[in-house]
Structure formats: structure tokens, C-alpha cells
């Protein structure tokens, strides 16, 4: 079954550039309730933004991906403590030519950022408080869960950004910091474990409940949101 495919609450244009993913069955069970969580995951270009949602979403390390142009979705539905998650995975472009029309939409209506850099590249990790200044500037609210993540950790003779460092960082901003590898196999629960963090604190958040959404509910939650987003302050 195709996974990599337009959100259900966003009908505006998108670019996808990525072939879909195939995803087993046992990942995908939506039951008559699900609650669906919207995440985007933004940093610099290469850093692994694409190969981190492909293990997480497809269960496998994507050899030769190609740069993400706008934003490329994947999802996967969770079952926590007997209750279905979705989580709506939003892999934005890292270069600005290919986000620069996209940024609006990727912050809409969020509910979780995950940050990520190479720490293989330590501009990529010094790029990381434009990226938490770029989310505040689209009025994601404080309560709204973020992550950091250095990706790459395979790659251990070239490492420049110590993990000491990247948790100063992590800590001036209250983010819990996680460095794992997208490649490496054995990372791979890891990966999964990251995600999983998320989804367990966006349980515990206010309900966003959807019975097997219908277009019109769909429009009418859209709206509703869109006036939200209006009233921002910044
Ligand atoms: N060694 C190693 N290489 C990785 C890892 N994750 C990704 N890569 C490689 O890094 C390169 C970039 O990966 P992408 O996932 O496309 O990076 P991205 O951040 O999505 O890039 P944009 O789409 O341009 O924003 C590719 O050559 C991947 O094979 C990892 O954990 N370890």
C-alpha cells in the first residue's frame, strides 16, 4: 500500500518528488477513531531528513534519495496503550529554492518540529537556531513539542559536532537531543524510538479527534484553523 501521499486536512498544491513508499500492513490499521498528529521535520539540506522519515515511516535505510523539492508526506499509524495514532509526517526541503513557496504550509497547524543536523557538519548544526527562529516567526506556540536530532552517527570518523555541544544547544532550548543514524541497522529501534517519544507526549495533548474525516469536516476543521492562524499576534 502507498503511504507517501497528499495529508488528508491539507488541500493546497504540493510537490512530491520521491517514489512512494511501500509500507506492510501491520503498520497500517486506522480505526474508527483516530487521532492524527501533523509533524514536520526541518534543518539544512543533506543532513537526513528524508532517509530518518523513510526508516521510521518504510522501515528501511532509502539509498540515493534525491532532494526533497516543497515537501514529500509520509505517515504511520501507531497503536499506543490501545489507541490509534496517526502520525502525519511533513519531510521538507532543506535548500530554500525548493522550499521558499512551502514555508506557510509547513507550519500550519503543526503539533510537533523536529530539528535535525549531520554530525558530520557543523554548519549544519550551526544553522540549527535559524530553523527555531524560522518556527517561532510562523507562530508555533510554545506548547507545541519540538525535538533535535543529529543524524549521521555512523559516520563516527568524521564527526565534528560533539554530543556535548549539541546538548548545550539542546538544553539552552529545553528540546531533548537524540543523535541516532538513519543507515546504520541497528539504529533502527531507535529511529522508531524517537518518533515514538513524540507520539506518547502529543497523546497526552488536547484531542484532535476525527471520525474517519469526511471531506466536509475536513473543510470545516480547515477553516477553523485557518481563523486561528489568522488571529496570530507575531
Ligand atoms: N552515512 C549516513 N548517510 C546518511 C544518513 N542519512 C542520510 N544519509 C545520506 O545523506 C544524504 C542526504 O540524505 P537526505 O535524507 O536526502 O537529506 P535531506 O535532509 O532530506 O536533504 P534535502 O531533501 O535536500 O533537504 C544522502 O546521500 C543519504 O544517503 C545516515 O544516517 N548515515
Known sequence: MAIEKKPEDEFDTVFSQNDSLELSSHHDYVTAQTRIFKIIVIGDSNVGKTCLTYRFCGGTFLKNPEATIGVDFRERTLELDGESIKLQIW???????????????????????????????????????????????????????????????????????????????????????????????????????????????????????????????????????EQEAATCQC
Open 91 to 225: 519531510d521538507t526541503a532543506g535548500q530554500e529554492r525548493f522550499r521558499k513557496s512551502m514555508v506557510e504550509h509547513y507550519y500550519r497547524s503543526v503539533h510537533a518540529v523536529i530539528f535535525v543536523y549531520d554530525v558530520t557538519s557543523l554548519s549544519s548544526f550551526e544553522s540549527i537556531p535559524e530553523w527555531i527562529e524560522e518556527c517561532r516567526r510562523h507562530c508555533v506556540g510554545p506548547l507545541v513539542p519540538r525535538i533535535m536530532v543529529g543524524n549521521k552517527c555512523d559516520l563516527r570518523d568524521r564527526r565534528e559536532v560533539p554530543t556535548t555541544a549539541a546538548q548545550c544547544l539542546a538544553d539552552s532550548y529545553n528540546f531533548p537531543l537524540f543523535e541516532t543514524s538513519a543507515k546504520e541497522p541497528a539504529e533502527k529501534e531507535h529511529v522508531d524510538a524517537i518518533f515514538l517519544t513524540l507520539a506518547y507526549r502529543l497523546k497526552s495533548h488536547k484531542p484532535l479527534r476525527l471520525k474517519q474525516p469526511s471531506e466536509s469536516n475536513i473543510r470545516q476543521l480547515w477553516n477553523q484553523r
